[in-house]
């Protein structure tokens, strides 16, 4: 007689938590570069899967193709993991500093909509890039002259439906917006500096 061995109340229930995320984003690789062209009005835009060493894939899914979008002169980079068309990881890196007014429009523009779409469950997402940026800045050091205990707190964090945003700043030079279904793909101070990361 084969012994029956009953499923704890806590396994159950992280399965069920697992089977609930989502593996992918809602926006196909093919939908960002064309929101990405339509929105920052650049030509021409490139997207070209990238290489990277084996200590910047450590969080990424096995068989994960990397694919830097870029609109030069705009100061803004895009980097996409993921398999074929679909999506797990997102990071878009932008030097504000660098940006003229007008770019800084056109990039605040794409910001929003990829925001729109990937949650298009939270009413608030548009403004989401403008808020948790003024978010980071105003907890960075350099603004508040305070150190943080724990160097997370940097970090200005939003999950919904499965899929994790975070937002790092540092002022008044640069923004980092990560967006993931992956957790070790979400900014983790402890894992080592999140600026260092090409995309997870």
Same mark, same amino acid.
């Given at each position: 007689?084969?012994?029956?061995?009953?499923?704890?109340?806590?396994?159950?229930?992280?399965?069920?938590?697992?089977?609930?995320?989502?593996?992918?984003?809602?926006?196909?690789?093919?939908?960002?570069?064309?929101?990405?062209?339509?929105?920052?009005?650049?030509?021409?835009?490139?997207?070209?899967?990238?290489?990277?060493? !084996?200590?910047?894939?450590?969080? *990424?899914?096995?068989?994960? $193709? #990397?694919?830097? &979008? +870029?609109? @030069?002169?705009?100061? /803004?980079?895009?980097?996409?993991?993921?398999?074929?068309?679909?999506?797990?990881?997102?990071?878009?890196?932008?030097?504000?500093?660098?940006?003229?007014?007008?770019?800084?429009?056109?990039?605040?523009?794409?910001?929003?909509?990829?925001?729109?779409?990937?949650?298009?469950?939270?009413?608030?997402?548009?403004?989401?890039?403008?808020?948790?940026?003024?978010?980071?800045?105003?907890?960075?050091?350099?603004?508040?002259?305070?150190? !943080?205990?724990?160097?997370?707190? *940097?970090?200005?964090?939003? $999950? #919904?439906?499965? &899929? +994790?945003? @975070?937002?790092?700043? /540092?002022?008044?030079?640069?923004?980092?917006?990560?967006?993931?279904?992956?957790?070790?793909?979400?900014?983790?101070?402890?894992?080592?500096?999140?600026?260092?990361?090409?995309?997870?």
């Amino acid at each position: 007689m084969r012994a029956v061995v009953a499923a704890t109340p806590l396994a159950l229930l992280a399965a069920t938590a697992a089977s609930a995320e989502p593996a992918y984003l809602p926006l196909t690789r093919s939908a960002i570069v064309a929101l990405a062209a339509d929105t920052l009005q650049s030509k021409p835009l490139k997207a070209e899967p990238v290489t990277l060493p !084996p200590e910047q894939r450590s969080g *990424l899914a096995p068989g994960d $193709t #990397v694919w830097q &979008i +870029t609109a @030069a002169p705009l100061p /803004v980079e895009i980097f996409l993991a993921g398999q074929g068309e679909n999506i797990d990881a997102l990071h878009v890196y932008y030097p504000v500093v660098n940006a003229k007014r007008e770019e800084d429009a056109r990039i605040s523009a794409l910001l929003s909509a990829l925001f729109k779409d990937i949650y298009p469950n939270w009413p608030d997402a548009g403004n989401w890039p403008r808020t948790s940026a003024i978010a980071s800045w105003n907890t960075s050091p350099l603004m508040s002259k305070r150190t !943080p205990a724990d160097p997370n707190d *940097l970090i200005i964090r939003k $999950t #919904v439906d499965g &899929i +994790t945003s @975070a937002t790092i700043g /540092v002022p008044p030079d640069l923004f980092v917006y990560s967006v993931t279904t992956r957790a070790q793909c979400v900014p983790d101070a402890h894992r080592g500096n999140p600026f260092q990361r090409v995309v997870c």
